[in-house]
């Protein structure tokens, strides 16, 4: 396959991992922007939700429900699930904590460990498949001008599914929806209020503690969604949340933290280079380079690229 | 109205107020003074809940506010203009105003009411309601702040040094407000550092010195009590 085509396949799959991205991130992202507490378990709530997938459609096709019925269950009940179990550690965890950053880390380092070991004894250490609703190949077209002008052909190889597609697709339609969700509905509004100023928000008859529980649920919903989503094509594995863990930082670092824009934007770039150099060179560079942003990220421009300068 | 009995609060191990008594009537203006330190704020953020009374009782009518969780002081009847205006600056006017209503009354058509009230009490901020609060001026922020607390539709209204920094004319209008609620029969609970102020309007003075109450003074014991007044602030 000649260069072009293979800069646009190597585009697809980044587009597909910055989709995911995206969403896991704007999880994180969410989570610190309104509470200003780091959620070190995040990964987890990401792979919790993969597993979690695999067992509810290893339920429901016991059921004799279809690959396409048991993948929308899927994607209602996991991130349900996994926002359920990671409002109940807010409450019982972090509230006790009076939320304090430092303790929170501490803390949620434990719940990582609970969750991923308890997902070892519970699920198995194999990588297990989810079957996807839809996985159609789709030939790629590519255009070359030869002696006969400008041509449009379909390159062996160049193609992708419509399962990745359809990945990009409904992330983008997640990601504009938490938008509109957070600008435009009340609950947004009390979310950006709590934020701005947790303490006003009280003496405004807002239930802190009771916001955060939600927020901290929902940033955990987005990571397990991003996991239902992934698992069609990565498997569901009990140690998948530590790479995803690790790019959700890289990503909110260079993006700003709490910024929905900048996460979007990081998780984009992020993404497409790290797709682009794993198939160019190696994984293991794109994740080197990713690292290294980072590292500038913070010594040139510590609030990140869309993030507000702290006075 | 608001009677506060043997208040004792602070932050963590630190004792700010120590057995504080105080007591503002509906349709008054009570001016609560003190130095810098003298525990003024804090005293307002326990009635609001925001600092953990340690001890005491905080009565507003029958409800000892002390009792209810935070949250729950502001639907109790309590509007707060805290000190500095602490508006949720990335926020519009609109918006702003919105989260003062979300404690107030509870149906649409209320609430559409209580909003075009503030907005016919303060004209100005019906001219930036799309605007986001950290641009409005200093005068505009205050009006905005006073009328995310009146959106409550309170008993008590506590405003923290509402003047602060503000231009003359901004102080009128702010005064003008305060007399206006207190005519309607709100108890005003006012922190305030200027003399003028007290002297042309308080029904009440209350004076804190390091934590603890150290005068009272009622209407007609202002004027002739000046002198001691001024000694308690060191002006």
């Known amino acids: ?311 | 109205m608001l009677k506060i009995e043997g208040l004792t609060a602070g932050y963590g191990q630190a004792v700010i107020l120590r057995d504080v008594a105080l007591t503002a009537e509906a349709g008054e203006i009570t001016v609560l003074m003190g130095r810098n330190g003298a525990g003024k704020t804090t005293l307002m953020k326990s009635i609001m809940g925001l600092v953990k009374a340690q001890s005491g009782r905080i009565c507003l009518g029958e409800t000892d506010l002390a009792q209810l969780p935070p949250h729950k002081v502001p639907g109790s009847g309590v509007g707060y203009v805290p000190q500095g205006r602490r508006l949720f600056s990335e926020l519009t006017v609109a918006q702003n105003i919105e989260i003062g209503l979300g404690a107030g009354p509870k149906d649409p058509a209320s609430r559409r009411e209580t909003r075009d009230e503030m907005l016919e009490l303060f004209p100005r901020l019906a001219e930036r309601m799309n605007q986001r609060a950290g641009t409005l001026s200093g005068g505009e922020q205050q009006m905005l702040a006073t009328a995310r607390a009146l959106c409550l539709k309170p008993q008590l209204l506590l405003l923290d040094e509402p003047t602060e920094g503000l231009q003359p004319s901004m102080i009128e209008a702010i005064r003008q407000v305060m007399l206006q609620m207190r005519d309607r029969g709100l108890a005003v609970l006012l922190v305030e550092q200027r003399i003028d102020a007290v002297l042309d309007f308080a029904d009440r003075v209350s004076v804190l010195e390091m934590g603890r109450n150290a005068e009272d003074f009622t209407r007609a014991e202002i004027a002739p009590g000046e002198a001691r007044l001024r000694a308690h602030l060191g002006v």
């Open chain 1, 1 to 311: 396959m000649d260069f072009g085509p293979y800069l646009m396949l190597a585009m697809l799959e980044g587009a597909v991992l910055a989709a995911v991205l995206a969403l896991m991130a704007s999880g994180l992202s969410l989570v610190f922007g309104v509470m200003r507490v780091v959620n070190v378990a995040h990964g987890e709530f990401y792979m919790l939700g993969a597993v979690m997938a695999w067992v509810v459609t290893q339920f429901m096709a016991g059921l004799g429900g279809g690959a396409a019925v048991n993948f929308i269950a899927a994607a209602v009940l996991a991130p349900l699930i996994v926002g359920t179990i990671a409002a109940a550690a807010d409450i019982t965890i972090l509230k006790r904590l009076d939320y304090d950053p430092e303790r929170v880390i501490v803390a949620t380092i434990g719940v990582l460990y609970i969750i991923q070991q308890a997902s070892l004894m519970g699920y198995g250490p194999d990588a297990k498949p989810v079957i996807a609703p839809f996985n159609s190949r789709i030939a790629l077209p590519w255009f070359e001008f030869g002696e006969e002008g400008f041509q449009i052909y379909f390159p062996w190889g160049l193609s992708t599914t419509s399962y990745k597609l359809f990945v990009i697709v409904a992330a983008v339609v997640l990601l504009f929806a938490l938008r509109l969700f957070m600008t435009r509905s009340r609950a947004g509004l009390i979310m950006r209020a709590t934020q701005l100023d947790g303490e006003m928000a009280t003496a405004f008859g807002i239930p802190v503690e009771r916001v955060y529980a939600i927020v901290f649920g929902a940033g955990a919903a987005l990571a397990a969604l991003a996991g239902v989503l992934i698992v069609p094509i990565q498997q569901a594995h009990y140690l998948m949340g530590g790479d995803a863990l690790l790019l959700s930082f890289i990503v909110v670092i260079i993006g700003g933290l709490g910024s929905l824009a900048g996460t979007v934007v990081a998780a984009v770039i992020i993404g497409m280079s790290d797709g682009i150099i794993s198939v160019f060179f190696t994984p293991t560079l794109a994740k080197i380079i990713a690292t290294l942003a980072v590292a500038l990220v913070l010594v040139f421009r510590p609030q990140g690229l869309f993030g507000v300068k702290s006075r």
